[in-house]
């Protein structure tokens, strides 16, 4: 959209031409037609790209004809990524008119209108934008996986959730299509939904999502069962994908067992905005994935799907010295290693109210569930949480339900909130705060319909329409596997370095920073009591943990 460079602009964009369809406008009025007729043919808008000259002064009414433009477009395509370039000689002058708007959500990206050939700096911007779009808005035009349902259970809903956070292009089809039938024809078995079909797998009925993990990524009883690792980490959070990529760039022998998907609860996070050197933010799962290559690069391995039921310790090394090793026990396998790394996150806190359990995976969620969120579309849905993960889960939300409701017991956001979450929560017309309340019961009829709200103040209990409750409740330490040699507070949070009970250090002196009581076992990240919870925080502890492991390791006998 631009009125002196919209030909210069699709020459620019026609890089894209052979799987895009570049339509240009010369007024915001055109567009928002553009994208009417578009959408009325089924069609769908992935990027709308102004120049900046649809900016044209600081006047208070042409800025407001402006925003009124950028609602009119998300209130018609409420999907669509939305870019702002500037030419060269206004590009810092309207960058401060615009900055104001950026910082609040009301478009992705401001950028330099290339100025020549091959301006990879303005294009990988582009592609980044679109590529965020196809993951997690458009239908995949590649699937590595297919399934087959003749609806959306929990247990499909489950199974495309982690395809989602690991990555993996998929879709769903009907038994009836011609795709689907094809797949029904290539299973042996008795009859049972969802069929999958993979590069890695016949064609089979999986009764867990466990099962699709193993198929596609191993078992950990693919190890030699005589190999001693030098550091299993348990958990694939941010922390642990920064042990793994600092401790297998640093030569340790490394393995990752993660009961979920890669990525913990940051890789359900549609869009991070405040992690340093992404200026246009980046979802949890392309952070996740991206350490992950990162550290198989180095020679990590990856076993996913599979949750640790304990660890144990074979040889001396509960008496101190690294002369043993520990056990890591698995249903899937056994892993040992000389040095333990617990990252293995925390939970969302359950919520006790009636009918909550019987409907969860039919409309209630726990986390962000990226799959589930596309299936909002047209419903009315409440977050309850008041935390970063529940402001990025209501922005992603608001782009296909009618409405978000965020619900908190607190009087407001600002106490739990980043203050950029809450911009772009105040300037978008679909999501609401609903503080000083709760939920108290759930019911429908299959699935969710509707939820009794409890006001906190008065007692009152009120019934609205729901269908979808997204449960973002907070942090439960997610370690009951752990033995009791490993020393917790009483919330369950793992205890290191001074907090560890004096009676249990070593000649009087306490544990290394990140240690727990028992020596070559490390935690990190959110499971550790008193660290910060923060994707940042937790890398960096990731990253700080390999040094201690390295001493362990090197300690004499």
């Known amino acids: 959209m631009s009125h002196d460079n919209a030909a210069f602009l699709v020459d620019e964009f026609g890089r894209y031409a052979r799987d895009y369809d570049i339509r240009p406008a010369t007024s915001a009025r055109i567009a928002s037609d553009i994208s009417t007729e578009i959408e009325a043919t089924g069609g769908q808008v992935a990027m709308y790209v102004a120049d900046s000259s649809l900016f044209p002064s600081d006047t208070p009414e042409d800025q407001a004809n402006v925003l009124a433009a950028f609602h009119t477009w998300r209130q018609v395509v409420p ?4 870019l702002v370039v500037a030419p060269w000689e206004r590009f810092l002058q309207d960058a401060n008119r615009l900055r104001a708007g950026l910082a609040k959500g009301k478009y992705d990206a401001y950028l330099l209108m290339p100025r020549g050939k091959r301006d990879e700096e303005f294009h990988t911007a582009v592609c980044e ?33 982690f395809l989602d956070r690991m990555g993996m292009p998929h879709r769903l089809y009907a038994p009836d299509s011609e795709i689907g039938r094809g797949i029904v024809q290539r299973h042996n078995g008795a009859e049972a939904w969802p069929l999958v079909e993979s590069p890695y797998h016949d064609v089979w009925a999986p009764a867990t999502v466990r099962e699709v993990a193993g198929a596609i990524y191993g078992r950990p009883d693919g190890i030699d069962l005589e190999a001693v690792m030098d550091l299993c980490i348990v958990g694939a959070g941010p922390a642990g994908l920064a042990a793994a990529v600092y401790g297998a760039s640093e030569g340790l022998t490394t393995v990752v067992v993660e009961a979920e998907a890669v990525g913990g609860q940051a890789g359900t996070s549609s869009m991070i905005r405040n992690y340093l050197g992404f200026p246009r933010g980046i979802s949890g799962m392309r952070l996740a994935q991206r350490a992950r290559n990162q550290a198989i690069r180095f020679g990590t391995r990856f076993f996913t799907g599979w949750e640790v039921e304990g ?9 101190g010295s690294p002369s043993g090793h520990h056990v890591v026990h698995t249903d899937g396998g056994d892993v040992r290693a000389r040095a333990v790394v617990i990252a293995s996150g ?55 339900a009618k409405s978000v409701t965020i619900m908190v017991r607190r009087a407001g956001l600002e106490e739990t909130m980043s203050r950029y979450l809450i911009n772009e929560i105040e300037w978008n017309p679909r999501v609401s705060v609903a503080s000083r309340c709760e939920v108290s019961a759930a019911g429908g009829d299959g699935r969710l319909e509707w939820l009794d709200v409890k006001d906190c103040d008065t007692d009152e209990v009120m019934r609205r329409n729901a269908e979808g409750l997204f449960l973002l409740l907070g942090a439960e330490p997610h370690c009951d596997w752990l033995p009791e040699a490993v020393v917790r507070d009483e919330r369950g949070f793992v205890l290191t ?4 009970p004096k009676t249990l250090w070593a000649e009087g002196l306490p544990p290394e920073s990140l240690a727990t009581s028992v020596p070559g076992v490390f935690a990190v990240g959110d499971i550790r009591a008193g660290s910060m919870k923060r994707v940042a925080a937790a890398s960096g502890e990731g990253s700080s943990v ?7 390791l090197g300690e004499p006998d």
């Open 79 to 82: 999907t669509a990524k939305r």
């Open 129 to 161: 934008l679109l590529s965020d779009w196809g993951s997690t808005v458009a239908q995949p035009e590649i699937e590595t996986v297919r399934l087959v349902a003749p609806g959306q259970d929990a247990l499909t809903l489950a199974i495309r959730d």
């Open 311 to 319: 660890i144990s310790s074979d040889g001396q090394s509960l008496s």
């Open 346 to 400: 925390v939970a969302y806190r359950k919520l006790r109210a009636p009918g909550i359990d019987d409907l969860t995976g039919r409309g209630v969620f726990y986390g962000s569930a990226m799959t589930a969120a596309r299936e909002m579309e047209g419903y009315d849905v409440v977050v309850v949480g008041g935390g970063n993960s529940a402001g990025q889960a209501a922005i992603h939300l608001a782009r296909f």
């Open 497 to 500: 370095g001074r907090d560890v």
């Open 546 to 552: 390999v040094p201690l492991v390295h001493a362990w």
